[in-house]
């Protein structure tokens, strides 16, 4: 039934919106290529297991926790290592997040060790029928947080203070520091929030599915598929373009079958970027 590819389309799509925000809010604003960023997913994830293990809670519950740490560790790292080498540029950058990438994979083998690791909440292989179309519980709950997730940071990025200087900082740093903006403190709380909400998708992940340390790496064409299909640094487009990725690996399987989804997906990116160099909603200053 077509519906229900439809339906898997939306759902998958939610999965690669939230996994892709923010990827392309750190690559648009701060020039960062955050290679780190799947493990850092995995690392919220593999948070939630251990406390929701430790505390025998709800995994659901320890999104806040998840949040905090990744929080933290985003911002120590931005603010006291990238910051000290950005003026390298994009290749020095992107080889220091290469490295965090391989540091953190090597720390969640030391402390769970390779295998897969997963969560069994009660409600993780619920579903509910509508019109004849199965729609899986947290599958839904991904989308949804997906749609709040782009709502809220565009509306963080646009009505506050501190949103306000990070945008500034991406239009015209000089003038932005001349105006009194601390330039490396924006930066770090740009790359903090993004690991914070790493490490929420990582607890939702982990609700459906099982991770090991390597899940992260899976992660990568869909995170760089999603930023800059939508348009590098553009909330909404993240969105848009991870709702359109997943519609079109769910139509691919309907069409050709599953082991032609990942090359229909990866064409489907090239040939958007070769008709729209700037994406979806790109903007000129993200650039």
């Known amino acids: 039934m077509i519906g229900q590819y439809i339906i ?34 995995i690392l919220g994830a593999y948070i939630t297991y251990a406390v929701s293990q430790a505390l025998g809670i709800d995994p659901f519950l320890t999104l806040p926790v998840s949040m905090l740490s990744l929080f933290v ?3 120590l790292v931005q603010n006291y290592v990238i910051n000290l080498v950005a003026k390298g540029g994009l290749v020095i950058t992107s080889l220091l997040t290469f490295g965090l990438n391989l540091i953190l994979i090597n720390i969640i083998l030391l402390i769970w ?22 729609i899986p519980l947290v599958r839904l709950g991904i989308f949804v947080f997906a749609g709040l997730l782009t709502v809220v940071m565009e509306l963080f990025f646009r009505k506050t203070k501190t949103g306000n200087s990070i945008l500034a900082t991406t239009l015209n740093p000089k003038a932005a520091q001349r105006m ?6 924006a930066f770090a709380i740009t790359f903090a929030i993004s690991s914070a909400l790493g490490g929420a998708i990582g607890t939702l992940f982990i609700l459906a ?79």
């Not at 997963?118 to 199965?134: D, R």
């Not at 299909?229 to 709702?243: C, E, K, N, V």
Request: with cysteine.
């Open 8 to 41: 898997n389309g939306l759902l998958q799509g939610g999965i690669y919106a939230c996994l892709g925000i923010p990827f392309s809010i750190v690559f648009g604003i701060t020039k960062v290529i955050n290679l780190a960023h799947g493990t850092q997913v």
């Open 180 to 185: 009194g903006v601390d330039i490396a403190r």
């Open 209 to 287: 599915k099982p991770v090991s340390p390597f899940t992260g790496g899976n992660f990568l064409v869909i995170l760089f598929s999603v930023a800059i299909l939508g348009g590098l640094g553009s909330i909404p487009g993240a969105f848009l373009a991870g709702i359109i990725l997943g519609m079109v690996e769910s139509f691919s399987v309907m069409l050709l079958g599953i082991q032609y989804q990942k090359i229909l997906l990866n064409i489907f990116a090239i040939l958007i970027l070769i008709f729209l160099p700037n994406g979806l909603l790109g903007k000129r200053f993200y650039g």
């Open 73 to 75: 560790l985003g911002y």
């Open 113 to 134: 060790k390779a295998d897969f690791r997963g969560t069994n909440p009660w409600y993780m292989g619920m579903s509910f029928e509508v019109i004849g179309l199965t």
